[in-house]
């Protein structure tokens, strides 16, 4: 089944913590993409990869690590994380890039305190 | 960078009715999607629509495109409860790669 996954989907942390989200795909999909969700914000681009080892920031950087060894995962590092980043975040991925159809994950809730 | 907006921000209908959700955008576009999101998942794409199509039709769901306007509108007939979700609207700026999603359109149909 094709399918985008993202571990863990529920996580607590405390402030300075570091933590990794992972993300899968098995599309075989060039670009992949991490965003966040928050009430009356909607869905910000936190950073893109068009391919292995490229990847580039989104709107709303600041705080996040990515990187891209392979082509099917591409993990989200928070190395210090704040109470600010308390979101719901989605991996997607798309054969192309993301002004094409993107097939996002289930999403991750991340509550740090 | 731009974003879409929908409107309105919720709509409540009755099963069976139809439902139609907009989206205005600031400059020229590419493409422009429309998503659907179940409360607390992730995204469903529904269709796509580029800046030389005026209209295209998905099974109950009828997306138009009047980029003079720089408008979309989403229209859903014969609407279900199973309809019950967020609508997001994506567009991307001429040349670039990075989608901006808008705040949503919160739709509830009422059985």
């Known amino acids: 089944e094709a399918q985008v996954t993202q571990n863990p989907r529920y996580l607590i942390t405390v402030t300075g913590k570091k933590l990794t989200v992972t993300c899968s795909q098995n599309?075989?999909?060039?670009?992949m993409s991490w965003y966040r969700q928050d009430p009356g914000l909607g869905l910000r681009q936190i950073y893109y990869s068009m391919n292995v080892e490229v990847t580039d920031k989104g709107d709303v950087p600041e705080g996040y690590k990515v990187s891209r060894k392979e082509k099917r995962n591409f993990p989200l590092i928070l190395e210090s994380p704040s109470p600010n980043q308390t979101s719901l975040y989605f991996c997607?991925?798309?054969?192309?890039?993301?002004?094409?159809?993107?097939?996002f994950g289930p999403g991750t809730r991340l509550l740090v305190l | 960078s731009q974003q879409g907006e929908e409107d309105p921000q919720a709509l409540s209908i009755q099963e069976g009715e139809n439902a139609t959700m907009n989206c205005s955008y600031k400059?020229?576009?590419?493409?422009l999607q429309w998503y659907r999101q179940n409360s607390g998942r992730g995204l469903v794409h529904l269709i796509l629509i580029r800046s030389n199509e005026r209209e295209k039709h998905s099974g109950r769901l009828r997306v138009t495109l009047d980029t003079s306007k720089k408008s979309s509108s989403l229209l859903i007939t014969a609407s279900r409860a199973a309809d019950t979700a967020s609508y997001f609207c994506?567009?991307?700026?001429?040349?670039?790669?990075?989608?901006?999603f808008g705040r949503g359109t919160s739709l509830i149909v009422h059985p």
């Open positions: 994506a567009t991307d700026e001429g040349g670039s790669y990075i989608p901006t």
């Open positions: 599309m075989n999909h060039e670009y």
């Open positions: 400059t020229s576009i590419n493409n």
């Open positions: 997607a991925s798309s054969y192309v890039s993301g002004i094409e159809t993107q097939y």
